[in-house]
């Protein structure tokens, strides 16, 4: 039996390193993580909004439909002194609407972030020019911004006469 010892032992470590030795069984691949919005300062992103609604200002001024089509969501919804239009409602008045915008400029702006996907402007804007025969009066507005696969668009628009 002392004889078989040193042959147990050998073999011992033999097994044990032959099982060291074999590749690791891997876990399937699990699936890739969702691509992360580069992160961005909340005065980043106010001003990234605040340049996206500049330009609807002045698509609005122009009567350019495109950036309207551009910046809002499908879903998109504004509520103003015609009442409550959507993306496609919006996007066809713009080459009728009756407005002689001169020049405009936006002040005051407030961003409240609710989550990562979402923020609300507010702000004051004071148009020269007029529409429907009338003086464009000075409002104040908000806009509700969402981001939806990694582009941020406009949900929701509001405008409210100032006194």
Known sequence: MKRHLPLAAILVL???????????????????????????????????????????????????????????????????????????????????????????TLSDWKMTKFDADAAMLTYKGVAEGTCGGQPIPTTWASSLWVRKKGTWQAAFHQETPAK
């Open 14 to 104: 033999a097994f044990a390193a032959y099982g060291m030795a074999q590749p690791q069984a891997t876990a399937s691949p699990s699936p890739k993580p969702k691509p992360r919005a580069p992160r961005v300062t909340n005065a980043e992103l106010q001003k990234q909004l605040v340049e996206m609604e500049n330009a609807l200002w002045n698509a609005w001024k122009n009567k350019d439909a495109k950036p309207f089509e551009m910046h809002l969501s499908t879903n998109s919804v504004m509520v103003g002194e015609q009442g409550v239009a959507g993306k496609a409602d919006i996007t066809k008045m713009m080459a009728s609407m009756p407005c002689d915008v001169k020049s405009f």
